[in-house]
């Protein structure tokens, strides 16, 4: 192989077995069952050939509320809330001896789900202790030959994907230019890279969202010094697209990276956000004139890389069946626009989440050996309070297509700073092989798991 390919291979293997040696006990002390290989299937589930994970970043139940109040009303249903199962789990992180971190951040809460093992705010996949590298289950799922893919509307280099296939001390280290948090995570130091480096050179076949201002920084070290990470993806194969018509036209059979915004994927609807004291009712503006034309919508992405994940696994060619795939799906706006206090913004971003939901659904309905699970990484901000109420924050009222009136209030932080993220439990909902797992109360660390089982991966 070529000296490129084999200095990859090398990352990779050595982050597994680090990996492997590595986790500390009091890191697992909690996650129930999440380093053991899966002995057998549950009573009540079969090998699932397929897994879509779909995250609601800061999806919490007030959010999944409000934006049901206001697209399908009070007493319609989302496509999430369709599921046939629905439980809820816990989603604090913990600090370097292991203690809970009540509140997480997407960076632990991701690595929670994606390795079955708790670690610190702000670090991804690794030890909350000794910053090692814990092997994650996109990796594991392409150690057992299924196909893999991840899809955003956050940059792709921003904590929810990259917990899948990166291993970094800081969530800021998204690319070759932005290492000064992780120093031990540089090339050049025996690291395995930035975010976006790191993304390519484990070989997703599918990566869908924004980041290509990540993507255009100059790699300074390694075998790709020289060359932005862009052109180190076109080395490594990757098919590149940047707009809808691209993605369309784009053909299964070699890896595929969209970048489809310079950071994050601008927010479908727009209005008016929160202010000091309220504001005055307002309809949501279902358009964003500073969404560019051509940019495909999560929907879109979601449907595409599907068939992509299909195609590799038939070779490209339709002849034969694959071992089937792994993909995550992240509607990540809802968290930024809940830290915004902007209710429109966070609808619309909840609404195409759920239409991406939707086309997960459909699918499994044709391969029932696919299990669906939708959740959240963590609790937001935004609570329906009575329109009598005079919240010390920031509010807004919408007018409702029933003809009433919501007030939505967001309060976790003083006006004029980033809203929080809170501690509360979220949902977690399932159809498919293996789905009777999410029921009653879990841990975050047990969705691993139940991933993991369901694919029976070794």
């Known amino acids: 192989m070529s000296r490129p ?28 069952g999440a380093a053991d290989a899966p002995a057998a299937l549950s009573a009540h589930g079969k090998k699932a050939k397929n897994v879509i994970l779909l995250i609601g970043d800061g999806m919490g139940d007030s959010e999944i509320t409000l934006a049901r109040d206001y697209t399908v009303g009070a007493n319609g249903r989302l496509n999430m809330d369709r599921f046939p199962k629905t439980g809820a789990y816990t989603t604090y992180a913990v600090d370097e001896h292991g203690k809970p971190d ?29 910053d090692k590298p814990l092997p994650t289950i996109l990796e594991l799922a392409q150690r057992n030959g299924l196909a893999t893919g991840s899809v955003t509307t956050a940059e792709l280099t921003d904590a929810t994907p990259a917990v899948l296939a990166s291993h970094v001390g800081d969530r800021s280290c998204q690319g070759p230019a932005d290492m000064k948090k992780c120093p031990a995570d540089t090339l050049g ?10 993304s390519v050179n484990h070989k997703v076949d599918v990566l869908l ?27 490594l194969g990757y098919q590149v697209v940047t707009d809808d018509k691209g993605l369309r036209a784009v053909k299964g059979g070699k890896p595929v990276l969209g970048l489809f915004a310079p950071e994050t994927v601008p927010v479908e609807w727009t209005g008016k956000p929160a202010a000091v004291g309220g504001t005055a009712p307002q309809r949501c503006v279902t358009g964003n004139p500073d969404r560019p034309a051509g940019t495909p919508s999560l929907e879109r992405q979601t449907r595409k890389a599907i068939d992509l994940l299909e195609a590799k ?37 909840t609404a195409a989440f759920d239409r991406a939901v939707k086309v997960a659904r459909d699918y499994a309905a044709k391969h029932p050996d696919t299990l669906v699970v939708t959740t959240a990484d963590h609790g937001h901000s935004s609570q329906i309070v009575p ?18 009136r919501l007030k939505v209030n ?49």
Not at 18 to 31: G, I, L, Q, R
Not at 105 to 115: P, R
């Open 189 to 198: 130091n025996g690291g395995l890279g930035s975010i976006a480096e790191q």
């Open 313 to 349: 696994q038939r070779g490209g060619h339709g002849k034969k069946p694959g071992k089937g795939f792994f993909l995550q799906v992240e509607g990540a706006s809802i968290d930024k626009q809940d830290h915004a206090a902007d209710p429109c913004g966070q609808i619309g971003e």
């Open 209 to 235: 969202g924004g980041g290509k201002g990540r993507f255009e920084q100059t790699v300074t070290e390694g075998p790709y010094k020289g060359r932005t990470v862009t052109q180190q993806a076109r080395k």
């Open 410 to 458: 967001y309060s976790t932080n003083t006006p004029g700073k980033s809203q929080e993220h809170t501690g509360t439990q979220v949902r977690i909902a399932a159809q498919g092989p293996q789905s009777d797992r999410v029921l009653g109360v879990t841990n975050q660390t047990d969705l691993f798991t139940t991933i993991r089982t369901a694919l029976t991966l070794r």
């Open 387 to 404: 329109l009598e109420a005079t919240p010390p924050g920031l509010s807004a009222t919408l007018d409702t297509d029933e003809g009433g």
């Open 5 to 32: 390919h084999r200095h990859r291979w090398a990352w990779g293997t050595a982050a597994l077995l680090v990996a492997a040696t590595a986790v500390p006990a009091m890191a697992a002390a909690s996650d129930t």
């Open 102 to 130: 009540y509140v997480t951040d997407s960076a632990a809460s991701g690595t929670g789900w994606a390795t079955g093992h708790k670690t610190v705010n702000g670090r991804i996949s690794k030890t909350p202790d000794t």
